[in-house]
């Protein structure tokens, strides 16, 4: 019922930035907690940003300065600006969301809604 699709990855060199973009659709009432994770190869998937319904954001300590997620609720579409970006940042970045949504018959919630997933690779 709700499809989060993720664009803006790509090769960038150490120092450089990139702007990734979340669009959710479908049935959606309201979009609650928001925010992306990654997965470098071999490793587990972890939490780099998140934003709440009210804008309250969190951030992984490695990114914190660096990176700033922000939403667009009219859009229904999260944003993470990534700036100074290093090697160490090269990961799949998934998009998640917490979404309040239309089953067809009744409203129902959902926090783990996730997406394709966008490569950045980070090059020294």
């Known amino acids: 019922q709700v499809q989060l699709v993720e664009s803006g990855g790509g090769l960038v060199q150490a120092g450089g930035s990139l702007r990734l973009s979340c669009v959710a659709s479908g049935r959606i009432f309201s979009i609650n907690a928001i925010g992306w994770y990654r997965q470098a190869p071999g490793k587990q998937r972890d939490l780099v940003a998140i934003i709440n319904s009210g804008g309250m954001t969190n951030y992984a300590e490695s990114v914190k300065g660096r990176f700033t997620i922000s939403r667009d609720n009219a859009k229904n579409t999260v944003y993470l600006q990534m700036n100074n970006l290093k090697p160490e940042d090269t990961a799949v970045y998934y998009c998640?969301?917490?979404?309040?949504?239309?089953?067809?018959?009744?409203?129902?919630?959902?926090?783990?809604?996730w997406g394709q997933g966008t490569q950045v690779t980070v090059s020294s």
């Open positions: 998640n969301a917490d979404v309040t949504y239309y089953s067809g018959t009744n409203w129902r919630q959902r926090p783990d809604y």
